[in-house]
């Protein structure tokens, strides 16, 4: 079964500076793809950034990129320029792609504030 | 399209009661999902359906859980005889492609008491 963990419940930054969220995963998997989430207080989750795992590059938008390490199993994510916005809790989650499968695994989550 | 709508909002029932929610993904999307989300966790896996095709459902999806998506467009999440333990937040969410990850509802808060 694939585990996704989350190590930092709570992280703090000042606006305008550079944050790293970190996860790690656990599979047997060779084929799958990464996935960061943002739920931000009271509202809905929203896709921040996605990463195939045959893909060495790492993903970048605008703001947010990841350091994707497949064999270390690490997928961190790079907040730059951090904005009051971006006060939210952060979901890395996990999926297969070699079957019909649709689960997602889900890490628990880091809370993100970001401080004016 | 408005996204993936959810209703109700909230939910307050008396434990014993049965709920029903109500999920209605992007129309262009054939992938339905449900997860369950408590406080300071990430989401669980419910169950997922395929166009009207229910391909997937954790065991979490007790016999009191049932969930139904007829002729693929909107989707039903029903709790029957509900618990103290089922007070949680029930997310939907729905794609094009697992690959392209989800959009999610605003998800539905339901509060056993």
């Known amino acids: 079964a694939q585990t996704v963990t989350q190590s930092q419940p709570e992280m703090s930054v000042q606006e305008a500076e550079t944050v790293t969220l970190s996860c790690t995963y656990d599979?047997?998997?060779?084929?799958?793809?990464l996935f960061w989430y943002k739920q931000p207080p009271s509202r809905q989750m929203i896709l921040v950034i996605r990463?195939?795992?045959?893909?060495?590059q790492n993903a970048t938008e605008n703001r947010f990129s990841v350091n994707f390490q497949k064999a270390a199993k690490s997928f961190s994510l790079k907040i730059s320029d951090s904005q009051l916005g971006d006060t939210a809790m952060y979901f890395c989650?996990?999926?297969?792609?070699?079957?019909?499968?649709?689960?997602?695994?889900f890490g628990d989550g880091t809370t993100l504030t970001v401080k004016p | 399209d408005t996204g993936v709508s959810q209703d109700p909002r909230h939910k307050i029932t008396k434990r014993g009661q049965n709920v029903t929610f109500r999920c209605d993904p992007i129309s262009e999307h054939n992938r339905l999902y449900w997860y369950r989300q408590t406080l300071g966790q990430g989401p669980e896996f419910l169950t997922y359906f395929q166009n009207e095709a229910q391909l997937e459902k954790s065991r979490l999806l007790s016999d009191r859980f049932s969930a139904e998506r007829p002729k693929g467009s909107f989707s039903t999440l029903e709790i029957q005889r509900t618990e103290q333990g089922d007070s949680a937040m029930y997310l939907c969410a729905s794609s094009s492609s697992r690959i392209y990850g989800y959009t999610f509802g605003s998800g539905t808060r339901l509060t056993v008491v």
């Open positions: 989650a996990f999926i297969q792609s070699n079957t019909n499968a649709g689960k997602s695994t």
């Open positions: 990463q195939e795992a045959y893909k060495q």
């Open positions: 599979t047997s998997e060779n084929n799958y793809y």
